[in-house]
């Protein structure tokens, strides 16, 4: 498929919808149900946009019996407007997904805010003695964890009763759950604790220096990774308990994600994807097998994003920059070149359709691929 179509349109401007916002982008997430996105500011507020669309590009592709080319045809109509809830978020603490449907932020007075996809904000935990040190939700939103310092509660969605309780020896500022919601990863203080939510016995913790910034499970939770403001980033042997640090990138590692299609392990930080086999990770400073994927550049990358179906990453750059490669090899797609600005957040839906992409500079965009792209 070209860049271009007859109508001197761009590839991106046929697949994506966008809107320019107040203030710069920070967070991207999809509800787990698929049906909205919320695009988090560095102002606090928060910008809402649905997935239906009644001219997706999936409609608009048409293929030419006779040469097999694919063609798109342009948009008819504006695209729709984005919500906006009247909410002010406390920058420091992401938004995670609640339910299948909807959000949870932390505002500036330390209340939990349940945000649906239709704009509604509904107060779900008024602010405690102990103010709020992070929070994390399990990826399909069934389960919130609440962390004020030490003490961690994780509750059930939406009735936010008490599903575990446990105290840990440091302050927490980063958690992460795995798919199978059996498990909690809580960082803090140079201090990963791992806590078995079903075995109140069963907790471990392992020194792992920080800043630490974002965790990530492999889907058979064998290993964690996580990322660091410092110019490195940790792999966590759950296993062993080994933890091993790989340091020397030229730029913050903002984001880590695993592969699963592709079975790699794939950092941002670097003037290329940097990854590595999933069977062979860096281990008691052994290097493993790296993966070369895209093409080197000069411009450092800023995010990074898994397809959660395909062996594909997306990778956002400094300059605007914003290419899908294919794990493992040099195959790369422009997407598309934002100028003066930088990317700065990018995901995939579940269903891996629709990429959102966070821009420094206030504009936000959600780009729809149809089937055919990826073949």
């Not at 805010?113 to 509904?122: E, F, K, N």
């Not at 075995?199 to 920080?210: N, Q, R, V």
């Not at 984001?255 to 590595?276: D, I, M, N, P, Q």
Request: proline letters at 5%; aromatic letters at 6%; charged letters at 20%.
């Amino acid at each position: 498929m070209g860049d271009q179509n007859a109508s001197g349109l761009t590839l991106f401007d046929l697949l994506a919808r966008t809107w320019t916002l107040q203030d710069a982008v920070v967070q991207v997430v999809f509800n787990h149900d698929d049906t909205a996105v919320l695009f988090r500011m560095a102002s606090g507020a928060v910008a809402l946009a649905g997935l239906k669309d009644d001219e997706s590009p999936k409609i608009r592709t048409r293929m030419e019996l006779e040469t097999g080319r694919t063609t798109i045809r342009p948009r008819e109509n504006p695209v729709a407007a984005v919500i906006s809830p009247k909410v002010t978020l406390d920058e420091q603490f992401p938004v995670t997904r609640f339910g299948g449907q909807g959000f949870a932020g932390v505002d500036t007075q330390g209340a939990v805010l349940q945000i649906t996809a239709g704009g509604q904000v509904i107060r779900k935990e008024k602010p405690g003695d102990m103010p709020i040190t992070s929070i994390c939700s399990s990826p399909t939103g069934h389960l919130l964890s609440i962390a004020r310092g030490a003490k961690l509660t994780v509750h059930t969605v939406p009735d936010m009763a008490v599903y575990a309780e446990r105290d840990v020896d440091q302050s927490v500022s980063c958690q992460s759950m795995p798919r199978d919601e059996t498990k909690l990863a809580a960082w803090g203080k140079n201090t990963l604790s791992l806590i078995d939510l079903k075995d109140t016995s069963d907790t471990c913790h392992i020194h792992c220096e920080g800043p630490v910034t974002d965790i990530v499970w492999n889907d058979a939770s064998a290993h964690l990774a996580c990322a660091s403001s410092d110019r490195s980033f940790h792999i966590v042997d759950l296993a062993s308990q080994h933890v091993q640090r790989v340091e020397g990138y030229p730029a913050p590692v903002r984001t880590v994600a695993f592969s699963e299609k592709g079975a790699a392990l794939l950092t941002s930080g670097a003037y290329r994807l940097v990854g590595w086999s999933s069977a062979d990770l860096p281990h008691d400073d052994l290097p493993g097998t790296a993966l070369s994927t895209g093409k080197p550049g000069l411009v450092v990358i800023d995010a990074i994003a898994a397809h959660p179906k395909l062996d594909l990453v997306a990778a956002g750059y400094a300059n605007g920059l914003t290419a899908i490669s294919r794990v493992g090899t040099p195959e790369e797609m422009m997407l598309h070149q934002e100028a003066n600005t930088s990317i700065s957040a990018l995901g995939w839906s579940k269903t891996g359709e629709h990429l959102a992409i966070g821009f420094a500079s206030g504009k936000a965009a959600i780009a729809t691929f149809p089937a055919q792209l990826f073949k």
